[in-house]
């Protein structure tokens, strides 16, 4: 019985690169085109390149800057914050469905959907050669300006 243990402890032994081999080369295997999708309907968290905004995040920010205005409402009673904004930036690199993930109210989370529907055409996500839905989202400050004393 002793003797035995040995000699199938090698054999295990043995084996383990064997099947070490064959789990890497499958790891190295290209996807199917049969399992790849044709045409993503829901929009990708993960791509190989990401949508951009053509100038730049920069010039899209100061597109948003010159766009917006503050809301009557909002600055009579003084909200000053953040809305978080969200969309999705479609295959074609156009802004479809934007919503508000975390708004402020008094017609600010409005006025920002506006211009977020003003912004022009994205170069759009990409993944396994081809273009891709993906969500975006954008912080979008409310402030006064700060008076000189």
């Not at 035995?4 to 199917?32: C, E, H, M, R």
């Not at 409005?110 to 396994?128: D, G, M, S, T, Y």
Request: a positive charge; glycine letters at 6%; hydrophobic letters at 40%.
């Amino acid at each position: 019985m002793y003797k035995a243990i040995p000699i199938l402890f090698s054999i295990f032994l043995l084996s383990i690169p064997n099947y070490a081999q064959v789990k890497q080369s499958k790891l190295n295997t290209p996807i199917p085109k049969t399992l790849q999708p044709l045409n993503c309907e829901q929009p990708l968290f993960w791509t190989a390149q990401l949508a951009q905004y053509p100038e730049g995040i920069s010039a899209l920010y100061i597109l948003i800057q010159k766009n917006i205005r503050y809301p009557a409402l909002a600055r009579n009673n003084k909200i000053q914050g953040t809305i978080y904004a969200g969309f999705i930036i479609d295959e074609k690199g156009f802004i479809k469905s934007p919503e508000i993930l975390q708004g402020l109210g008094y017609g600010c989370d409005e006025e920002v959907v506006r211009v977020l529907n003003l912004i022009p055409q994205w170069k759009p996500a990409r993944q396994h050669g081809r273009n891709v839905s993906i969500p975006y989202s954008l912080p979008i400050r409310f402030s006064f300006p700060e008076e000189k004393k």
